[in-house]
């Protein structure tokens, strides 16, 4: 009953979403690049904006969430390279990135709405800021880009959400009230930013042609939807994470690979066609393995 729940209250409204956004691209010639440039330029920063004017997330468990996420990922990084043995050097790489970047994004905001009300939100948005710094940090390290640590500093600092984060805080600690119509403008483009992310992740899959489930695929597909939700519990629990802090930690290690990592691999010379498969089937397997994840979150928060 509890993951029959789950699946209508917090999975449905997401599929159903990104199925109009799936759709409308099969029908219908769309420019992918202007639409997530839109989510992740204009509305995403606003959202970051808004929970960090309204956040009641205390500093403790934003650092205990970060040191969590941190090693959760560099895990998950592991874990992709060893589960590809016996694959190219450049299949394992890009295995080592599209378990390690998860889609707490397009995904991980709407499900943490969703099963876990405003508060769960306002984390999963902390977490979506942490994955997005990690991506930017971790994949070039792995793929061996030649940027170096300051060209994958700078590939963060370009980052708009990143200093709308910096606004925010700024503002909190000044205790600056913003006038009105500044504050309804960003409470505008906050409200639309979930339902356009999730339309971009069904414009995303709508575009995606035959999808081959080859071994290696299917290995980090199910490292990244089925592995990580079970090794971030007790993780969590080792860090001091309880309740909702704990439950949207788990909730986003059970989210699918993100699209960055096809971008990245495209960008570094990974496996371009692995990834993209990669995110496919994640993607479609996450639906159900979300939605149990969901099912088992009152029991989550129960622990410690």
Not at 40 to 57: E, G, M, W
Not at 72 to 98: E, F, K, N
């Amino acid at each position: 009953m509890a993951l029959l729940r789950a699946l209508f209250d917090v999975i449905l409204p997401v599929v159903l979403v990104a199925g109009v956004g799936a759709v409308l691209a099969r029908r219908f010639t769309l420019d992918r690049a202007t639409i997530t440039k839109i989510a992740l330029n204009a509305l995403t920063p606003a959202l970051a904006l808004q929970t960090v004017l309204t956040t009641k997330v205390s500093g403790t468990v934003g650092i205990r969430l970060a040191l969590g996420f941190v090693a959760l990922t560099v895990l998950a990084a592991g874990l992709g390279w060893l589960g590809t043995i016996g694959s190219p050097g450049r299949t394992r790489r890009s295995a080592a990135v599209a378990v390690a970047i998860g889609n707490n994004g397009n995904m991980g905001l709407p499900i943490g709405l969703f099963a876990l009300g405003q508060e769960g939100l306002d984390q999963s948005v902390l977490i979506f800021v942490l994955s997005v710094v990690m991506t930017f940090l971790l994949a070039p390290a792995l793929y061996g880009a030649h940027e170096g640590w300051r060209g994958a500093v700078w590939n963060v600092l370009r980052l708009p959400t990143i200093w709308a984060i910096a606004i925010g805080l700024g503002i909190r600690v000044t205790h600056v009230t913003l006038p009105t119509g500044v504050s309804r403008g960003i409470e505008l483009l906050s409200a639309a930013t979930l339902p356009m992310i999730l339309l971009t992740l069904g414009i995303q899959l709508g575009m995606t042609g035959r999808v081959r489930v080859t071994r290696p695929v299917l290995t980090a597909s199910m490292l990244r939807v089925l592995v990580l939700p079970a090794l971030a519990i007790p993780l969590g629990l080792a860090i001091g994470l309880r309740g909702v802090p704990l439950q949207a930690f788990v909730l986003s290690s059970a989210m699918p690979t993100a699209v960055n990592a096809f971008i990245l691999a495209t960008e570094y010379d990974g496996d371009v066609e692995f990834v993209a498969h990669t995110v496919t089937v994640s993607t479609l397997l996450s639906f159900v393995t979300a939605g149990v994840t969901t099912a088992l979150l009152p029991w989550t928060g129960g622990l410690g």
